[in-house]
């Protein structure tokens, strides 16, 4: 699968931005799905994560209750929508695919990834 991130911008703290992944190729519907950032200086970390077979969707601590996840097989996308915004927010966010649906919270276990798009938050 292809993985394509958009959807980033310069924001103030407390707005709102929804982050879109498109997904090409066949089966796209079969992946789990997957968001991580990475802020300058930091390594890619864990931001959100739904399956391909409805299970409750995953988040890492500091985003939980502020971003959501979700997906559209239909349109092969997969969406974040982040609420609540703040300037630790600030990164590069990635949108990435695996088959296995496991060790989600691994950035090492993800074999596909989308280019990257910039959330800049400020204060």
């Known amino acids: 699968v292809q993985l394509q991130a958009s959807g980033g911008g310069l924001v103030q703290a407390g707005d709102s931005l929804r982050l879109s992944c498109q997904g090409s190729g066949h089966s796209f519907r079969s992946y789990s799905m997957g968001w991580f950032r990475q802020a300058p200086g930091k390594e890619r970390e864990f931001v959100a994560y739904i399956g391909w077979s409805g299970a409750p969707p995953s988040y890492a601590d500091d985003v939980k209750g502020r971003f959501t996840i979700s997906r559209d097989n239909a349109k092969k996308t997969v969406y974040l929508q982040m609420n609540s915004l703040k300037p630790e927010d600030t990164a590069v966010y990635y949108c990435?695919?695996?088959?296995?649906?496991?060790?989600?919270?691994?950035?090492?276990?993800?074999?596909?990834w989308g280019q990257g798009t910039l959330v800049t938050v400020s204060s």
């Open positions: 990435a695919g695996q088959t296995s649906g496991s060790r989600f919270r691994d950035r090492n276990a993800w074999g596909y």
